[in-house]
């Protein structure tokens, strides 16, 4: 069992930055891929972020590359999201989720399903 818990999230600018963090509770917290995902009203949760259990690997929608990054200290047990240049459409509820190593496929990272633990959220407001 894992349980994540996701802070850092408010209210900000256009144009301005967020760092999400999400603290994981357990020991085996390097044994998971760790993702970041968003959902904004009336829409799908979608794939936002995610690192590799290593903190090598890291993979980004599209909408976010260039402007995101995702990163991990495994001896802290925490994950953070690091976001940069926001836009109004970037808001929406942020959340992180755990996905254990091996069980899915190694490209599943960005797919809802290889996630078996999800933290509460955090809200992202982003005004124009």
């Known amino acids: 069992q894992v349980q994540l818990v996701e802070s850092g999230g408010g209210l900000v600018q256009a144009g301005g930055s967020l760092r999400l963090s999400c603290a994981a509770s357990?020991?085996?917290?390097?044994?998971?891929?760790m993702g970041w995902f968003r959902q904004a009203p009336g829409k799908e949760r979608e794939f936002v972020a995610a690192v590799t259990w290593s903190g090598v690997g890291t993979y980004y929608a599209d909408s976010v590359k260039g402007r995101f990054t995702t990163s991990r200290e495994n001896a802290k047990n925490t994950v953070y999201l690091q976001m940069n240049s926001l836009k109004p459409e970037d808001t929406a509820v942020y959340y992180c989720?755990?996905?254990?190593?091996?069980?899915?496929?190694?490209?599943?990272?960005?797919?809802?399903?290889?996630?078996?633990?999800w933290g509460q959220g955090t809200q992202v407001t982003v005004s124009s």
């Open positions: 989720a755990a996905s254990p190593n091996g069980r899915y496929p190694t490209n599943s990272y960005a797919q809802k399903y290889a996630y078996d633990y």
């Open positions: 357990g020991r085996t917290f390097s044994s998971y891929t």
